[in-house]
């Protein structure tokens, strides 16, 4: 693995080294102080952030290693019309690593295929966030000492929550893990999901009620309802109070229950709940720097650098990113029908699909369409 851009990148021994690693790093930082020294990542915000962007560059000043920071698209040279191609090509011949998060879905795989360094996606819009995955999973393991046998519930806005998707994606390859999408029907899991837990045989159960599923969960992992992705204002504003963890919802949940969020939150879990031994989203922010500093030394000590000339990938001509896209199907007459995939912002990028199910699949964004 050269980069993580989605958490499927990562096997199964891959994430148990990472949380061997982040323990380790937790139990004895001194030891880890200095490895990074002499490196550089550069952190890329197209959107907002405060512990991605916060945690990971913390991370790299506690390994002993520097940062160089993008915050603001608007004093950057993507404000002059500057593609995302030639802001990583530019960015990546300064650093050893570098993060991305970005509001086009996708957005973190164009990244990794013109980069000449490991790529971390931070968030590409309403996709996946493997990093916040990598943080809910340390907590998930402190708090329960396994993954097998849990049932977890996810709560809110499954559509477009990118850490849901790439937390559902990671629990899948663990034994008997069920899992309750508890979301309104605007909402919903995408399907390509749903396919991806019924190719595994993976048992889920949907509903619109955390009232009736609260008393079977182990994990209650609650989502913002994200204004930021809607198009239609009344839609949100229709939707946005729909779930409030308050503290009476919790008179018929497991005393064991683990209740998680990626935060920010905003209404969806009162501030009563926060001194439940059951709330752990606070203890998520540490694990989330701790696997973080686990990451970023796993892909520097994985990533040898060439000392004076560095292979850039070029779109098309993936290179060294082959493992990322596999079985593509590149078609210049290929439009992909999610307007927030990056295939439809970028100048020039060509679309990339799979044939899956009788279904096409962007290689981006992994949204579906019929083949008629
Ligand atoms: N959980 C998370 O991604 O938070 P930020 O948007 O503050 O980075």
């Given amino acids: 693995m050269k980069s993580l851009i989605d958490i499927l990148n990562l096997s199964t021994a891959e994430i148990d080294e990472l949380i061997r690693t982040a323990i380790s790093i937790s139990d004895n930082p001194a030891k880890y102080s200095d490895i990074c020294r002499g490196k550089t990542l550069a952190n890329l915000f197209f959107e907002p952030s405060t512990r991605t962007r916060m945690s990971i560059e913390s991370a790299m000043y506690s390994l002993g290693g520097n940062v160089i920071n993008m915050n603001d698209q608007s004093t950057s040279s993507a404000s002059k019309g500057e593609s995302l191609s030639d802001t990583i090509r530019v960015v990546s011949s300064y650093v050893d690593i570098l993060a991305i998060r970005h509001p086009s879905e996708g957005a973190g795989l ?103 599923a609260i008393p079977n969960l182990d994990v209650l992992y609650m989502t913002r309802i994200q204004k930021e992705r809607f198009q239609d204002i009344n839609t949100y504003e229709n939707l946005k109070d729909v779930y409030i963890l308050k503290k009476e919802s919790l008179n018929l949940a497991k005393d064991n229950l683990s209740i998680m969020h990626p935060l920010p939150r905003v209404n969806e879990i009162s501030i009563e709940v926060d001194n439940d031994p059951r709330a752990c989203y606070f203890k998520q922010v540490l694990n ?32 060294s990113n082959k493992e990322i896209i596999s079985n593509e199907k590149i078609d210049s007459d290929f439009k992909c029908k999610n307007p927030h995939c990056i295939t439809n912002h970028e100048r020039g990028l060509k679309g990339v699909y799979e044939i899956k199910d009788g279904k096409k699949q962007c290689a981006y964004c992994e949204y579906e369409e019929d083949i008629s």
């Fill in 288 to 319: 989330g720097k701790y696997m973080r500093m686990s990451l970023i030394i796993k892909l520097l000590s994985l990533y040898e650098k060439t000392a004076s000339v560095k292979e850039t990938g070029s779109h098309n001509d993936i290179g």
């Fill in 110 to 212: 164009l990244a990794s295929e013109f980069s000449s360094v490991p790529v971390i996606n931070a968030g590409d819009g309403g996709h996946c966030h493997p990093t916040q995955t990598l943080a809910d999973l340390l907590t998930i393991y402190r708090e329960k000492g396994s993954f097998d046998d849990l049932t977890i519930g996810f709560c809110g806005d499954l559509k477009y929550g990118r850490t849901v998707h790439s937390l559902i994606k990671a629990l899948l390859r663990y034994k008997d893990v069920k899992i309750y999408l508890i979301s309104p029907e605007e909402l919903a899991l995408p399907s390509y999901l749903k396919d991806y837990m019924n190719e595994l045989g993976n048992s889920y159960i949907e509903t619109i009620s955390l009232e009736d």
